[in-house]
């Protein structure tokens, strides 16, 4: 089984933060498929129990790159239903625009058919995972926790 | 198994969407609790597998009566965490802030840490049911297909 | 010319950080009426060239004793069109719902026909203002800038 | 005075709706600078009084081709506050995400500091003009609407 870590980073810090998500993915013994929007495939999408995607907070709303995979799988939407999705973003700033940005992404994921998932409680439990800047120790933890929910749910959805 | 199909409703076209949902609940072998808000309990949310909730569209969020059930359950949070929700509206205008209204509420649902899930893809495939004025064929047939989603997540979930 | 400044508070925070807007809009020469939920009147609503509302972020959606006012003074709805509107939200967590919670407010705003800002540059320049737990010097800061911001507005409409 | 009328197409209907927004604008005595995403330019941006944006609904945000030009003209921000801003959407399906994209679209121009309206009392009374497939005439007369209360305001702003 592979969850589909998917990033789209200029400064290196929404990268920062789709890796520890990966690893919470691996810790719940499922692989990890950690992608930028120019590497992934749609077969990486079509593989894959669950899609956790990222991006920088460009005035709201996910980057155009991201927005363009979503786009371009257009073909897959059926695949997609009923797959795991959840979210994350990285801003430069303190007020940000990080939940509309998680918010766009889960809104592709939706009309995708998929299943959504926020943040656990034990983490901030809210709509996805955020962090300004480089993710701290907190962000570290709760993106780890975030990989680890949807590794789970996959998990659970499969059996 | 329990889901709560919770409403509310003036005029009685969001009751109606409501009890095709129920009965779509019922159709995957689950039992559909069809509660107002006025009858709606807090065992009710924490015996529920899960929980499919719906207001008119009143200024494109849900109605303050609905909101008040989400803000006076508090206490129920962590309970709540993994259960399924989704959502509904019926609205009286054609362009009518539906979809926003059941965002507020698939909100309120993700910050209590549920797990999401709008219309599968046999149905309209977007992020939950919504109608105009009474429901017609379509949203009956709709909101049927989304009780019976949740029904089987619910069932897939607790497996 | 009034603007009201409309606040749900249980704790005080909002409260707070709307004594600051009201602070904002009074610089700019405008009168501030500055209402609780349960003071608020039609007439208010109706009397004013702008309105600014807050709420404390319950689950990402306004408190439902403010939603309630919106909902109702639907008869109003005519009257406020091409009135100025903004929002605020105060928040016990940093992650907080507080984007979800300032749009909640702004769409019922739009619905209503209102002319929408945000906060202006020189503040944090994005949806509202909004602040974790009492006003900092910087919300309370962005709180005067965004009565100011909206009181300029209603001056230059009404001109 | 100028206000842009941008949009990506592909099938034309987005640029149908356009088109009529245009005429509402040249309506109200403002020049209309009718722009595809890939014809626009950060002049277009930088000299208009204000900016009405309309994306087909790809998953319920705006196109990643109108997003890139947000993304594009971050060098603008500070020049684009205070402008006027209005957005709009057609959709191949009846529910469509409709709401989402014109909302996607909104976020960005609030982040640019922009004053935003959506559709006036005459019309839909909603965020934005949004239709299914080809503007019939209702879309039409609506979207003529949108672009006459864009430019009466940016009439007003500029007075």
């Known amino acids: 089984?592979?969850?589909?870590?998917?990033?789209?980073?200029?400064?290196?810090?929404?990268?920062k933060?789709?890796?520890?998500?990966?690893?919470?993915?691996?810790?719940a013994g499922v692989e990890a498929v950690l992608k930028s929007t120019s590497e992934v495939s749609k077969d990486d999408f079509a593989n894959a129990a669950g899609v956790i995607a990222g991006s920088p907070v460009y005035f709201g709303v996910m980057a155009a790159e991201l927005k363009k995979i979503f786009d371009d799988f257009v073909g897959l939407r059926r695949q997609m239903e009923n797959k795991v999705g959840a979210a994350f973003a990285t801003s430069n700033h303190h007020s940000g625009g990080k939940e509309t940005t998680i918010f766009s992404?889960?809104?592709?994921?939706?009309?995708?058919?998929?299943?959504?998932?926020?943040?656990?409680?034990?983490a901030s439990g809210h709509y996805?995972?955020?962090?300004?800047?480089?993710?701290?120790?907190?962000?570290?933890?709760?993106?780890m926790k975030l990989g680890k929910r949807v590794a789970e749910l996959c998990l659970k959805l499969q059996s």
Chains 1, 2, 3, 4 share one sequence.
């Not at 089984?1 to 990268?15: F, H, R």
């Not at 889960?106 to 656990?120: E, K, N, S, T």
């Open 105 to 122: 992404i889960l809104q592709c994921m939706m009309i995708y058919g998929m299943i959504i998932v926020g943040d656990p409680m034990e």
């Open 17 to 27: 933060l789709a890796e520890t998500i990966a690893k919470g993915v691996e810790d």
């Open 128 to 143: 996805g995972v955020a962090c300004q800047g480089e993710p701290d120790e907190t962000a570290s933890s709760d993106g």
């Open 1 to 15: 089984m592979q969850v589909v870590v998917l990033y789209y980073s200029k400064g290196g810090n929404t990268k």
